[in-house]
């Protein structure tokens, strides 16, 4: 059974600092997703991973992704507080009906 | 950019009763899900459906819980005799079938569900 493990659940962080929230899944997958969620509201797609050192970039939010590893990481480069949301990462199972599996999430603050 | 619609955004209703969420997923995606989401926890699978039957369905899928799509566009899911435990943001997702290298899945807004 595939499981997605994401650290840290909680993020404080000043603006103008970099961090990284990591995302760590079990099974081989061929697809991972990154999405931010504001409080209340829906699911926002930041970026799709197709395959191994995928990296993708927007704005000051980069993802990667190893998939030797199983690990993606979203690297926040001088956080804003914009940027204050929770982020989820998601990974594709294979076969079947291509569920997403989520990780629990990362709620990320920026303080001015 | 095409949109999945869900409605309500918000319901309320008695332990007990019977409530039906609405989904109007992309139009030209064949895949359709649902998931849940207790207040400040994961997002969690509940079913798959394609071709007009689940492909999947996870252990929270219970008897209570049933899905269809009686007119080709719309996707419901309807629970039976809600429970206090159902409260939750309930979202509808789609995807198209085709791997393009891109293709990802789209998310409804969410209907929050208060069982009282």
């Known amino acids: 059974e595939l499981k997605v493990e994401q650290n840290p659940l909680f993020l404080s962080m000043q603006e103008g600092k970099n961090y990284t929230i990591y995302c760590n899944y079990s099974t081989t997958s061929d697809r991972l997703y990154w999405y931010r969620q504001d409080p209340g509201k829906s699911l926002e797609s930041l970026f799709v991973?197709?395959?191994?050192?995928a990296v993708k970039q927007e704005g000051r939010l980069m993802a990667s992704l190893d998939t030797k590893a199983r690990l993606s990481t979203l690297h926040i480069t001088a956080a804003v507080h914009d940027l204050s949301a929770t982020y989820f990462c998601?990974?594709?199972?294979?076969?079947?009906?291509?569920?997403?599996?989520f990780g629990k999430g990362t709620k990320l603050t920026v303080n001015p | 950019e095409p949109e999945v619609t869900q409605t309500p955004s918000h319901q309320v209703t008695q332990m007990g009763q019977e409530v039906i969420l609405r989904c109007v997923p992309i139009?030209?995606?064949?895949?359709f899900y649902w998931y849940r989401q207790i207040l400040g926890q994961k997002v969690e699978f509940l079913v798959s459906f394609y071709n007009n039957e689940i492909s999947e369905k996870s252990e929270i899928f219970d008897d209570q819980f049933s899905v269809e799509r009686p007119d080709g566009s719309n996707f419901t899911l309807k629970i039976r005799s809600t429970k206090l435990e159902d409260s939750a943001m309930y979202f509808c997702a789609s995807r198209w079938t085709v791997l393009f290298s891109n293709y990802g899945y789209t998310f409804g807004s969410g209907t929050r569900l208060t069982v009282v």
């Open positions: 998601a990974v594709r199972t294979q076969g079947g009906s291509d569920k997403l599996v």
């Open positions: 991973l197709l395959s191994n050192g």
């Open positions: 139009s030209n995606h064949l895949y």
